[in-house]
């Protein structure tokens, strides 16, 4: 008897496996070789410039060598996100791995546009947690050395018993 494979158990496949395909396609059709830089773009640019903007494009040289990042943002926010540009392409190419990406341009709209209605740059607000759940989660995760990995697990934690109806 062979056991399941990690993507499929008891008949059901994880929702990640059957979309991968689907969002590697829709991504690289944009120039996204990496399809982290849009689905972790809050983490990446930060917590002052994701709400503000976000990635449109990459366009690769004809020589290959150095692609450029395309950023929308509204018209008041971009000289703000024009003096972080470094730092941004140096958090990207982070997520790349190497430098991939040698420019940044800012395209600039309007807040809202003709279609209505207009998407928001921001995240949709996270979920907010009950304390008592954050301290049973953080009293859980308490004998865990490496303080990242725990605060990780407490933050996990917290918001899985935040949900249950318990």
Not at 35 to 62: F, K, M, Q, S
Not at 155 to 165: D, E, V, Y
């Amino acid at each position: 008897m062979t056991t399941p494979s990690r993507s499929r158990r008891n008949g059901f496949r994880q929702t990640g496996v059957l979309l991968e395909q689907r969002i590697r396609k829709a991504g690289e059709g944009r120039g996204f070789a990496v399809a982290r830089l849009l689905t972790h773009w809050d983490e990446i640019a930060g917590p002052a410039l994701a709400p503000n903007c976000r990635p449109v494009n990459v366009g690769y040289a004809r020589k290959g060598f150095g692609a450029t990042l395309t950023v929308l943002t509204t018209g008041a926010f971009a000289p703000l996100l024009q003096a972080q540009l470094p730092r941004l392409r140096e958090r990207v190419n982070t997520c790349y791995g190497y430098n991939a990406i040698s420019r940044i341009r800012v395209t600039q709209t309007a807040p809202t546009g003709f279609a209505d209605p207009q998407a928001a740059f921001a995240a949709a607000p996270k979920p907010a947690v009950r304390p008592e759940c954050a301290a049973r989660a953080a009293e859980q995760a308490g004998e865990i050395e490496n303080p990242e990995l725990r605060a990780a697990l407490s933050r996990l934690g917290a918001h899985i018993l935040s949900k249950s109806p318990s």
